[in-house]
């Protein structure tokens, strides 16, 4: 699939300065599903064209699509090679995760400003409306020019297929473009590749600020988005300016991350500590929360991911920190399950969303990691309860949350688990509920604030 993006604003070769690649160098990166390409076609300072390809590996899509619920020849016979789709939306974040934030140290003044731009998407979807990439540019102030494809040009009477050939042309600046291509391409598509839960309505509303509250198409934006998830359509539509007019949402999507994280902040202050392990830390959402506090005068974020540490990176704004906040800060790549010497000596640390992420026969290896060996004064743990899952109308009896959780323990599971923790590696250990409980099936997350006993 193939995406380009076109200026003559001069010298139009400022364009590499604002995505932060270099025209006189390809750049290729990997994803889950093959490979992203980014580089430069014509780059003149009259006209500066860069463009991402995206190289899908049938092989890795396929076994990826194992076990879906798809038709035998489904996950080997399919467009998704070569129509723009939310493959195309993962590699503008990994290509352009920095222009997405509009700073560009080289030409900061530039970045904030509007430019002419150009897109073009050879092969786009657009499912049951070929009208609706217009609606869904036009009103954002892009000139919308589209050619659908016929099925076949040998066989006009077969009519059109659902793909288009899409050119895009606005004075607009390149964060508003790269935030519009990144949520409504798979609004076009109306589909998504990966698992949706909760935290993408952060990234619908996150890339959707500024634009989206008003935008005519905002229902069928969001409800395409989230993937026709009722629960998670309620929680994101609770956030617009109309949000009294709307049928209340369920407790279980009212803001539950920033509540969970909220509740972690907490009991961290309130055990007094002031160096803390994230283990876990993912995109850096509770580190965004704890480095404020002057409390905190050592952090660290730990990830098995050095690609979701690089966003982490780049969600805090690392390098645009003061060097007081920068020197507090420690981001490193690393395992739970093997001993580390990096993670002794610290006051405290927390687990948040992270055991469900391993095999239950293999939590043994992280409680000796965390508990026995690196043992820090306080430890925060947070899980889902499985029993809360029945208030999920949209997830099937049995099934997880998420399609990567290993297991989902009830209320009586993790404290069973958690005591014995405790009593095994002297600690003490309290329970919190996070989010709205229910009267029989108890919240949605569990919490476990284990305190190391004097020896």
């Given at each position: 699939m193939l995406l380009t993006i076109s200026t003559i604003h001069p010298p139009a070769t400022d364009l590499g300065y604002l995505l932060h690649k270099n025209p006189a160098r390809p750049f290729t990166f990997d994803l889950p599903v093959g490979q992203g390409h980014v580089f430069y076609p014509e780059a003149t300072p009259e006209r500066c064209t860069v463009a991402l390809l995206v190289e899908v590996d049938p092989v890795a899509l396929s076994r990826g699509r194992q076990g879906a619920g798809s038709m035998p020849l489904e996950p080997y016979v399919n467009d998704r090679p070569y129509a723009a789709s939310s493959f195309l939306s993962s590699a503008l974040r990994e290509a352009f995760g920095t222009a997405m934030t509009g700073r560009s140290k080289e030409r900061p003044e530039l970045a904030a400003q509007e430019l002419?731009?150009?897109?073009?998407?050879?092969?786009?979807?657009?499912?049951?409306?070929?009208?609706?990439?217009?609606?869904?540019?036009?009103?954002?102030?892009?000139?919308?020019?589209?050619?659908?494809?016929?099925?076949?040009?040998?066989?006009?009477?077969?009519?059109?297929?659902?793909?288009?050939?899409?050119?895009?042309?606005?004075?607009?600046?390149l964060k508003d473009l790269l935030a519009h291509l990144y949520v409504l391409i798979p609004?076009?598509?109306?589909?998504?590749?990966?698992?949706?839960?909760?935290?993408?309505?952060?990234?619908?509303?996150?890339?959707?600020?500024?634009?989206?509250?008003?935008?005519?198409?905002?229902?069928?934006?969001?409800?395409?988005?989230?993937?026709?998830?009722?629960?998670?359509?309620?929680?994101?539509?609770?956030?617009?300016?109309?949000?009294d007019a709307l049928e209340p949402p369920r407790p279980v999507t009212l803001n539950l991350n920033d509540q969970r994280l909220e509740a972690v902040k907490g009991a961290l202050l309130s055990s007094g500590?002031?160096?803390?392990?994230?283990?876990?830390?993912?995109?850096?959402?509770?580190?965004?929360?704890?480095?404020?506090?002057?409390?905190?005068?050592?952090?660290?974020?730990l990830d098995v991911s050095p690609r979701v540490l690089v966003r982490a990176r780049e969600n805090l704004r690392l390098d645009d920190?003061?060097?007081?906040?920068?020197?507090?800060?420690?981001?490193?790549?690393?395992?739970?399950?093997?001993?580390?010497?990096?993670?002794?000596?610290?006051?405290?640390?927390?687990?948040?969303?992270?055991?469900?992420?391993?095999?239950?026969?293999?939590?043994?290896?992280?409680?000796?990691?965390?508990?026995?060996?690196?043992?820090?004064?306080?430890?925060?743990?947070?899980?889902?309860?499985?029993?809360?899952?029945?208030?999920?109308?949209?997830?099937?009896?049995?099934?997880?949350?998420?399609?990567?959780?290993r297991f989902e323990w009830t209320r009586a599971q993790f404290q069973e688990w958690a005591r014995r923790v405790a009593s095994e590696f002297g600690y003490a250990v309290t329970f919190t509920d996070v989010g709205e409980a229910d009267e029989r099936l108890g919240p949605p997350t569990q919490m476990a604030v284990f305190r190391r006993e004097a020896s």
């Open positions: 002419p731009f150009e897109v073009h998407l050879p092969a786009l979807p657009s499912r049951s409306d070929s009208d609706l990439a217009r609606r869904l540019f036009g009103h954002l102030g892009y000139t919308v020019t589209s050619h659908p494809h016929p099925l076949d040009p040998q066989f006009p009477e077969w009519g059109e297929s659902p793909y288009l050939d899409l050119t895009l042309s606005a004075t607009v600046r609004v076009l598509d109306d589909t998504k590749h990966y698992y949706v839960d909760e935290a993408e309505i952060d990234k619908l509303l996150r890339h959707g600020e500024g634009w989206l509250d008003g935008h005519p198409e905002r229902e069928l934006i969001t409800r395409r988005y989230l993937k026709h998830r009722r629960a998670l359509q309620r929680a994101a539509q609770a956030h617009f300016s109309d949000e500590a002031s160096s803390v392990l994230d283990l876990g830390c993912g995109e850096g959402n509770l580190l965004a929360r704890l480095l404020p506090e002057r409390q905190f005068t050592r952090l660290l974020g920190l003061p060097g007081s906040y920068r020197d507090r800060l420690t981001l490193t790549q690393g395992s739970l399950t093997y001993r580390d010497t990096r993670l002794r000596g610290y006051d405290a640390a927390a687990l948040v969303e992270v055991i469900e992420h391993l095999d239950e026969t293999r939590l043994w290896t992280l409680e000796r990691v965390v508990f026995g060996d690196a043992r820090p004064g306080s430890v925060v743990v947070t899980t889902p309860n499985e029993e809360f899952n029945a208030r999920w109308a949209s997830l099937p009896a049995g099934d997880t949350r998420h399609e990567d959780h």
